[in-house]
């Protein structure tokens, strides 16, 4: 079980590393679709993993996956209730 929490910061490591250097490097790193999927499911794979893992790696990949989460998909979801125009 120990390879869950692994592959979980794995996960985790792959959608932070994207997002981070989609965000303040350059500009779009891929396509719409294929950046929802790496930005948002990658992390709730990633979550699902750490939830099923052992070990130090499970703290860190739930952590970590929580994270990437709470950017990209709680934070413009909070935003478009606040500054959405009538």
């Keep these: 079980m120990k390879k869950y929490g692994l592959l979980s910061v794995l996960f985790f490591l792959a959608a932070f590393s994207v997002y981070f250097i989609s965000m303040f490097i350059t500009g779009d790193l891929f396509s719409g679709k ?4 790496i930005v948002i499911v990658l992390p709730l ?3 699902i993993l750490g939830l099923k893992g052992k070990g130090g790696f499970k703290t860190i990949g ?5 994270f990437i989460l709470l950017i990209s998909v709680v934070v413009p979801l909070v935003s478009i209730f606040f500054w959405n125009q009538p």
């Design 45 to 47: 794979i990633g979550l």
């Design 62 to 66: 739930i952590i970590g996956n929580s």
């Design 34 to 37: 294929v950046m929802i999927m």
